[in-house]
C-alpha cells in the first residue's frame, strides 16, 4: 500500500518496505529530528545520545503496537535512504503515523510531493488523511498550505486532518 510515485518520482523518490535491519536508520532520522532540542538541555553529548535512543526505542514500541499493520516504508532518493513514512489504512481514514527526513533530504519538496500522493490515493478511497503534529513542528506549515485542518488538541500535538473534496 505505499502511495503511488505520481509527484514524488519528480524527485527522484522511491520507497522500500523497512525491515528489521532498517530499525538503525529509523532511529537516525528520529534522532536527527530531536538533535536541537535535546542539546538545549546543556546536557553532555553522550547524556543526549543516550536520551535520544531511549526515545526512538519507546517510539519504536510504541508504534509497534498501537500499529501493527502499518507500512514501515524507507524513503530513498537516487538510491540513498533518506527518510521514513510510516503509514496505515483504516476502515475510514489513512493515518501518517510518522514522515521523518534525515537533515540533508529536508526543504527540497520531498515530503509535499509525498503529501500529494498521498492525497491522490486516498481521495481515490474517498478517505481522509489523518496525522498528529506537535504545535511547533516547522511542517505545520506544509500540512496547512496542504489543507490539513486541526481537528482535536492532543496536548503538545494536534490531530490534523485532510479531506478529499466531495462532489455534490
Not at 509535499?112 to 481521495?123: C, F, Q, W
Amino acid at each position: 500500500m505505499p502511495p503511488p510515485l505520481t509527484h514524488a518520482a519528480a524527485h527522484a523518490v522511491t520507497y522500500r518496505p523497512g525491515t528489521e535491519e532498517d530499525t538503525p536508520f529509523f532511529g537516525a532520522v528520529y534522532m536527527s529530528t530531536r538533535t536541537e532540542e535535546v542539546a538545549q538541555t546543556g546536557w553532555p553529548p553522550e547524556m543526549q545520545a543516550a536520551f535520544l535512543q531511549h526515545q526512538h526505542e519507546a517510539q519504536h514500541s510504541h508504534y509497534g503496537n498501537a500499529y501493527p499493520n502499518s507500512e514501515r516504508l524507507v524513503i530513498e532518493r537516487g538510491g540513498e535512504a533518506v527518510g521514513r513514512l510510516y503509514l496505515e489504512e483504516f476502515d475510514k481514514e489513512f493515518r501518517i503515523i510518522d514522515i521523518a527526513f534525515l537533515p540533508q533530504a529536508r526543504g527540497q519538496g520531498l515530503g509535499e510531493a509525498i503529501l500529494r500522493d498521498i492525497h491522490e490515493m486516498a481521495s481515490a478511497k474517498g478517505k481522509p488523511v489523518s496525522i498528529h503534529v506537535e504545535k511547533n513542528n516547522p511542517a505545520r506549515r506544509l500540512y496547512v498550505r496542504l489543507g490539513f485542518e486541526v481537528k482535536a488538541d492532543a496536548g503538545v500535538y494536534d490531530l490534523m486532518e485532510w479531506a478529499p473534496a466531495t462532489s455534490e
